[in-house]
Nanobody
Framework: VRLVESGGGLVQPGGSLRLSCRAS????????LGWFRQAPGKEREGISC????????SYAESVEGRFTISRDNAKNAVYLQMNNLRPEDTAIYYC???????????????????????WGQGTQVTVST
């Protein structure tokens, strides 16, 4: 089971990046998928999540209106489009997957990291001049 993030890098304030996360070793079709980040010296923050059907999407207040989450179940992938980036967005970004109870799926998603079962290794995003 693997989740692999990509798309991080160095960008100037006001710029954009698109993060991708691909799953392998399992089918995430029925999983909630989420994005988290952790800046140096700070706690991990759940910033966005999406249910298996995409019917529910949620964003932290810190990124609302600037970030957009999406998923492509055919590609076992989840994406995070980040616009109008700010220096305070600098962090390592992680994707994660929450496994539903057998035979069910979640109709809402959560930013609580301890609810997630699988994690990627992270990708660095640096917003700086």
């Amino acid at each position: 089971v693997r989740l692999v993030e990509s798309g991080g890098g160095l960008v100037q304030p006001g710029g954009s990046l698109r993060l991708s996360c691909r799953a392998s070793g399992f089918s995430p079709d029925y999983y909630v998928l989420g994005w988290f980040r952790q800046a140096p010296g700070k706690e991990r923050e759940g910033i966005s999540c999406i249910t298996s059907t995409g019917s529910d999407k949620s964003y932290a207040e810190s990124v609302e209106g600037r970030f957009t989450i999406s998923r492509d179940n055919a590609k076992n992938a989840v994406y995070l489009q980040m616009n109008n980036l700010r220096p305070e967005d600098t962090a390592i970004y992680y994707c994660a997957a929450e496994r539903p109870p057998p035979g069910t799926y979640y109709s809402v998603c959560t930013h609580q990291g301890n609810e997630y079962d699988y994690w990627g290794q992270g990708t660095q995003v640096t917003v700086s001049t």
